[in-house]
Every structure is written in structure tokens, then in C-alpha cells.
């Protein structure tokens, strides 16, 4: 499990047992009301429910942070056949010799499938030859 994992983990337990407090605190109204502690009442719910938010956005923060981070590995001649017209990101010699790394499409519909994008043609036999394509930009580490 990674670093990003277990911190969402952990932020979830933490909420769960926020969202148990928070209960309790609204069933106590009616018995802090008769002791005229109100707007303390008030207070603490609030605070609570304020933390419980801010715990909901770190974690989709952070799950939108681990999607980004997802391994890109090459895709597979496979899965680029289930992509028609769907973007994807090109590294390599277009099929003219041409450099390409940047996005394209790939169109599977046509007599030679390719990615495509407006200077030129990557065909699907030559992938893994002259070209590689993924799902999104590789981030060099």
C-alpha cells in the first residue's frame, strides 16, 4: 500500500469516528438546551462539522493525487484497438520518420488503424517499433 494509501485509510477511520461525535453532539441538544449552554453547543458542532469536511476534501485530494500518480505504463496494441477516437499520449517516429511525442487520436476504423493527429500517422504496425503510446503524458522521474 502506498504513502497516499494509507494516509487516505487513515483519514477515513479518523472521519468515521468524526461522524460518530457529531451524532452524539445533535443528540445532546435538547439536554444542553436545558442548561442554557446553547450557543457552546453551537460551537462544538460546528467546529466538528467543519473538520469532518475538511477531512472529506484531503481525501479526495488525495485520491485524485494517487489517480495522477497510477503507474503509465506503455498501453498494449490491445487496448489501443478499444480506443477509437479517444486521446492518447505518443512517444516515438510517426510512420513518415517524423518525432512525435504529444497527443493524438487513434482512429480504429480506418483500412491502416493509427493515432492520429494533425502533422502526421502513427500506424498500429509499427507500434512497439517506431512508437509507443500511453494513457496520459509520462512524467520523466
Not at 477511520?13 to 452524539?24: F, H
Not at 445532546?28 to 446553547?38: I, M, Q
Not at 484531503?58 to 503509465?72: G, H, P, T, V, W
Amino acid at each position: 500500500m502506498s504513502e497516499i494509501q494509507k494516509a487516505i485509510e487513515i483519514i477515513k477511520k479518523s472521519n468515521e469516528r468524526l461522524a460518530i461525535q457529531i451524532q452524539k453532539v445533535k443528540n445532546t441538544k435538547s439536554k444542553v438546551e436545558a442548561v442554557g449552554l446553547t450557543e457552546k453547543y453551537y460551537n462544538v458542532l460546528e467546529n466538528c462539522e467543519k473538520e469532518y469536511e475538511a477531512c472529506e476534501l484531503a481525501i479526495s485530494a488525495l485520491q485524485e493525487q494517487a489517480e495522477r500518480e497510477k503507474e503509465n505504463k506503455p498501453l498494449t496494441l490491445g487496448q489501443l484497438k478499444q480506443m477509437n477516437k479517444k486521446p492518447i499520449w505518443v512517444v516515438g517516429k510517426r510512420s513518415l520518420g517524423t518525432e512525435v511525442n504529444g497527443g493524438m487520436l487513434i482512429n480504429t476504423k480506418l483500412s491502416r488503424p493509427a493515432a492520429m493527429d494533425f502533422t502526421g500517422a502513427c500506424n498500429f504496425a509499427d507500434y512497439g517499433k517506431t512508437w509507443l503510446a500511453y494513457a496520459r503524458e509520462p512524467v520523466s522521474k
